[in-house]
């Protein structure tokens, strides 16, 4: 990566122009593909409901309502980070803010605006959720 | 890499629920702070720390808006990141109250019925001087036959099972002008968020068939 001068660094606040990077060996193999092998490889789609047991079989109703309690704040919880700037800590000790869009129904990949990253600030970006360890926001 | 936190399950979760607890993530990144939720999809942690309070490894911010009272700064740690979690402490009724009462929408006062038939009675003009079909139905406003509007009507209380006509009403109840005298008369084709010659019944007919419908508008410019 080139490494500009240290007040390059200042004007951080122009969008670049989106990078077009090079194809990978499928059409769609940038990560998101769900039929990639990397994607089968790290992505589950979503936490499945316990397997249930005979013995298990009246803790099904209490596990379902404790299910959709805990859904529901969290949904609660990104309804209210909308709009909202978020700084993303990922693996590799990267730290990116950016304000939050939206999340996908599984929690696969958020939706960000105004991105900025080393390169510059990325109008819209699509930030992959197995990337990200945690982010933060003020409430 | 993942510790067994994403396999425990909701009624395991839930008792974390509304305790301090620190969480190790990633590969060195360790959070404290109250556990408002568990995302059963992704297993993950949403934290809340109260910036008027002490709370230890708390992090200070500098713009924060009121959650219920005090500010304060939440972190999401992701599920597959989670290493280890650590019950630090119970939160007390004050805590798990306020935890709790952070992210619900603000509740408005009740307003009062006459309030509330006046409220209702001036959205149902506005909807239909913008020719939208709508009938009261008790306490609420049935709209096109397809949505239903419930005290205290304004855009959030639209509910319907139609994404194009909730989004119409809703926007229409938005751009409604705010409270009319009651005594004047507003000219009927006052503002219409709606295009004059596009009435709502004709929506709901080609609804199906969005792209035809456009292609139909275009063709008569």
Known sequence: MLITGGNKRLNMATPVSVLRLPKGPDPNSRGFDPKSPRFIALCRTSIPTSAVSEADVEQLPKEQHARSVLRESFLRCLLSVTNKKVQFHMYERVKVEATFGASDIDVMNFQVSDLHTPIGVQKEALIRCQDVISFSFDA | ?221
């Open chain 2, 1 to 221: 890499m993942q510790c067994g936190w994403s396999l425990l399950g909701p009624l395991q979760w839930i008792r974390y629920v509304n305790k301090q607890v620190k969480v190790k993530a990633g590969k060195d990144e360790e959070h404290r702070g109250w556990l408002l939720t568990v995302d059963p999809v992704s297993a993950s942690l949403v934290l809340v720390n109260f910036l008027d309070q002490d709370v230890g490894g708390g992090r200070a911010s500098v713009q924060a808006q009121d959650v219920g009272g005090g500010r304060a700064s939440v972190q999401v740690v992701m599920g597959h990141a989670v290493q280890e979690v650590q019950v630090l402490q119970e939160a007390d009724q004050e805590t798990t109250e306020r935890l709790q009462s952070s992210f619900l929408p603000p509740r408005s006062r009740p307003l009062a019925p006459e309030q509330l038939h006046q409220r209702r009675a001036g959205v149902r003009r506005w909807l239909e001087q913008n020719r939208v079909p709508v009938q009261e139905d008790g306490e609420e406003l049935l709209v096109a036959g397809a949505l239903t509007i419930t005290a205290p009507y304004g855009p959030e209380d639209c509910c319907s099972s139609n994404q194009i006509i909730l989004d119409r009403v809703q926007r229409l109840i938005q751009s409604q002008p705010a409270e009319p005298p009651i005594h004047s008369t507003a000219p009927p084709n006052h503002s219409a968020a709606l295009p004059a010659d596009q009435p709502i019944q004709r929506l709901i007919q080609s609804h199906t068939a969005p792209p035809a419908d456009q292609s139909e508008r275009s063709s008569c410019d």
